[in-house]
């Protein structure tokens, strides 16, 4: 790495503060639940919608439920529903896309009509009529409705940038020797497409968890477990009462959003050398 | 009457785009799993009610009459978009009619927070590029873009109504232009900053162009530059994405009606879409798509004003 490369890279400003949260929310997602001091369901009904006390750190929420218990369970539930509406999307969404964009001609035409149909609506909108639908939405159900309308945004970019690499002298040479289009396309093309994919799925991944939490908040979310919007919800119903709840879960996603907006920020200038 | 023909042709591929999506929606709708009849009544509902609901329905004609009725009902303005299963008595056009007000006041109101919060700020950063004001817009629109409505609609209700009272707690009774203020707010923030964004990146490269050093090289002040010359031709990108956003917002704003308790086209489709309402939730989707094209339709138009460079075809 030269001088100049590691400039690029280097943890500064922005990167110095999203860098650091998204970290901290992946490890809060995988260990969280193991510290939390209580299940994310036990009721104590004598100790309903109290302060922060030495029993309960933050306090607890409707029916005694301890706050502390549901926001390190609720980083569970946003980090799975996150990256694994993410994984699909980026695999799914690229793969149709660079079909789309290499291939051109009917393929890229129909391609290209169902993106714009989906875009037509509001994804928020598109994953509400998805989960309104089903009796009681489980994890599954979240993901498959998120990567419904996720996977478009993959589409888009990995299309772009198919298009503007696959006529470029490195292409031709390897289609001159000879190699199959699917081997152009995955050892060639795809590569150096990678970065703004990945760029895409960082900012995915916020948008991901906010989606998660607006859907727990509008009470479509997983019954089980814990989530920060349906924390959010009750939060909004006790607003007067107990206004830490609205600020506790709220900044949780708050902070989630911003930490992987900013990575994504310093992502895609330290991965596109011309914004120096 | 030079446009009148583009008008006509994109008035006809919108009726026919709004088509297309009722008509995937219709049949989304047809092809769930499971009895409608159980989901709406539950499952000790009596013969006889099946029998009715299903009549209102149209269950006991083929797919091919009740698709022609359903057309028919969403063309024909005395059908009023067919009848809501949960409100018998009326029909889901009234239904919309009774929030339509709610939602365009919101949204309109919203897009107006957003942009008089963005040009300026836009202005402000584009014109002192690599200044500590730069950086500080660049902070605020940061995190204007990711504190979600979720969280600044109750931090607003919070601070305004509790702390200090100044604006009515929300609810059914908050009513007036005050009303408005903080959900507008909520919704125009984060809209804001992704135009703040854009219309300094935009502008900043419009800057770069010929036309902006001639009209320097003309002696035009430097506001003058900025706002009659470059935000013009900046103002492409913002409007495409502001056109998107407005858009959405139309679509229902379900969550900050949620927070502030407002009636509104998102929560009418989500009560609808929980009841298995189908002819609300149907016209719902009409009106949404319908108005996604209209703003689209307006964006398109409104490229052509600002940018003379662009011509419509």
Redesign the interface.
Known sequence: MSERERRRWRLQG?AAVGVPLVCLFLVLALVGPWFAPYAPRAIDLAHELEGPSRAHLLGTADNGVDVLSVLLTGARTAGLVAVSTVLISFVVGSLLGAVSGYSGGKTDLVLSRITD?VQ???S??IN??LL??I?RPGFGHMIAALSATGWVAYARVSRAEVLRLRDREFVTAARALGASSSRILFKHVLPNAVGPLIVQATFGL?GAV?AE??LS??GLGPGAGASW?AL?DQ??AY??RA?RL??VS??A??VT??GF??TG?WLRDALDPKEQ | MRYLGYLLRRTLGGALTVLAVVSACFLVLEALPGDPTDTILGETATAEDRAQLRRALRLDQPFATRFAQFILDLIVPARGMGHSLRQPARSAASMIADVWPNTITLAVSSALVAWAIAIPLALLAASRPRTKTDAAVGVASLVGVAIPSLWLGPLLILAFCVAVPALPFPGPDAKGPLSLVLPSLTLGVGMAGILTRMGRASLRETLREPFVTAARARGLSEPAVLVKHALRAAMVPLLTTGGAQLASLLGGAIITEKIFDRPGLGTLLLQSLTARDIPVVLACVVVIAATAVLVQLMVDVAYVLVDPRIRLS
Request: net charge neutral; hydrophobic share 65%; glycine share 14%.
């Open positions: 922005r149909a037509a609506m509001p928020l909108v509400v009529a309104a639908l009796a916020g906010l939490a607006s908040f509008l919007g959010l939060g909004t607003l007067l206004p609205a600020l709220g900044g996603i708050a959003v911003l907006n900013l920020d």
